[in-house]
């Protein structure tokens, strides 16, 4: 009766109850269950029908334990901590091989998904257990639930009339904000959909793959679309190399990933009063009407182990893990029935494809070689600051010379000694000791943000570290023996590292910046603008020069300060912003005075 509850909940996404096949398989999972636990007594003294019900119970809340436990270990902040993202589906194996091997065996992709995808994710969809590539995709999808969530509770506040339009022109809006687009030339480590919302750039495919997957947590299609037709000037549609289509009430809506702007009914962009085109737009312009469709998933969204998995979690950790992709699988209504449907006669079957980009980027993300694990540990860095030192350390010389009266003179002048002395002694001979151990407060108080964190207790934590990663230099009293012996000052002042004084400069500035983006979160478009001017300030050629000017106009122009906007961003209009495309967008939007 599980599978069928939450099989049900699962499915009145897109019909309103089940069909046949769920119903057909579930009874059977519930007959066999039945079946086994009742065949173990002789025919002459049957099992009643209480000890039946106890066994059936016993077996269900151990699974259901078992999955609680292992699903534990997905949780973001934990998982990042993680070294090895195999050891985290250990228990999720032992889960379904204990749990759901039957169910497993009832669940194959049918033919027309298979030929939607190439041999690899073929075997790597049918596969009856879970992976590394599994581990992240789980962990992806929690974080993104939990950032739309909040993003969809403070829309529902503000009172808005189609409140799910405006729910998700709101998601567009954080990612485009918190997903700064890094230089073209620019050759970096590649990385997970999770890395890039962590370091905050990426590329406009990695916004439009993270803006589809946040979507599908709330339940809302995200795809790409292309034409062969040549750019040209003239309006979004005109220019546009390629766009996405979010689907929503079987109409859909059209955005621009590069400028990150929605595209309007208009020639130009509109940002204060947002008339968003529609898939009937698209189908009527010229460039648009012979246009493709690929689905952005990674391959572990069709895999029917995802779908067992969503069935059996808990309310609390539920999430959505699963895509029918073509049916078969389940009674929920197929991607592509629900793509092919929207388009109202503009796109076929066989218009549509898989997007390869989110697969391809996981793939090359989870088998780096040796040099690029160096270049990732490289980019990572600056999540370990602030770098803390033990408790004993921390120990204040007064705490240090603090001894008994009572004592002799001599004898507390050799007890204060002693101590100062095994003091300085520990940490000439360790570095980790003297200089501290990575924290990694930067990291988990950025994973809280990606994750939607609103209360001041990010911007405060944020704020700590930062003053932190202020420290240069550890100052440490000097026994007198060791003054008197190699004539060393009674305080001597040790510079720390070059490289832990890096990784204090760069957190320090990505403290301020994820600040105001905090900020901006929180409604605070007068703090925020404060805290990007001033993080331009301290790092006038910090990684957020050009990302903050586009974030500050946007503030301004929040407080109906136009000109303050138009002039910012005519200082950000420059060859080498990666951000200019956003930039000429957000100046057509000023109204002129």
Known sequence: MILFSKTTRHFVRHHGCPGATTIARTFGLVVMAISVIGCGGSK???????????????????CRNRLSAAIRRFEPEGFALQANPERTVSGLNSWIKSCGADAMREMKLDEAALQMLDANAQRFASA?????SDAAYIRDCWVLRELTRSIVERTAESGDVDRTEAQVLAIFDWIVRNISLQPLDEERVTLGLFDVMLTGRGTAEDRAWVFAEALRQQRVDAVIVTTDSEPTTGGQLASAQWIIAVILNNRGLLFDVVSGLPITDGEMPDLLNTKTATLQTLSTHERWKDSSVRLVAQTAAFAPRMLLLQEQLSATDAAILYEELTGGVSEILPLVDRIVAAGSGTWTPGNISIWNYPENRTTASLSRTEDEQKQYATL???????????????????????????????????????????????????????????????????????????????????????????????????????????????????????????????SMGDAMYWTAMCQLDRGEAGAAITTLVNYRRQYPDGRWKFASMSNQALALLVQERHEDARQILQDADIEENPERARVKALLQTIPMP
């Open 380 to 506: 990572m860095r600056p999540f370990d600051a602030p770098f803390e030192r033990t408790d004993y350390l921390a120990e204040s010389t007064e705490e240090m010379t603090t001894v008994p009266e009572a004592l002799p003179p001599e004898e507390r002048r050799r007890l204060v000694q002693e101590r100062l002395m095994k003091n300085f002694a520990k940490i000439m001979e360790s570095s980790e000791d003297m200089f501290g151990k990575p924290s990694k407060r930067l990291l988990k108080g950025r994973i809280q943000q990606i994750m939607g964190g609103l209360g001041t207790g990010v911007i405060q934590q944020l704020q700590q570290i930062r003053i932190a990663s202020m420290q240069d230099s550890l100052r440490v009293r000097v026994p007198d023996e060791v003054q008197k012996e190699f004539g060393f000052p009674p305080v001597v002042a040790f510079p720390f590292p070059e490289l832990i004084r890096e990784v204090n400069q760069s």
């Open 128 to 132: 009856g257990i879970y992976t590394a």
């Open 44 to 62: 002459s003294q049957p099992v009643s029908h209480t000890t039946d019900v106890k066994a059936k119970e016993t077996v269900g809340e151990k």
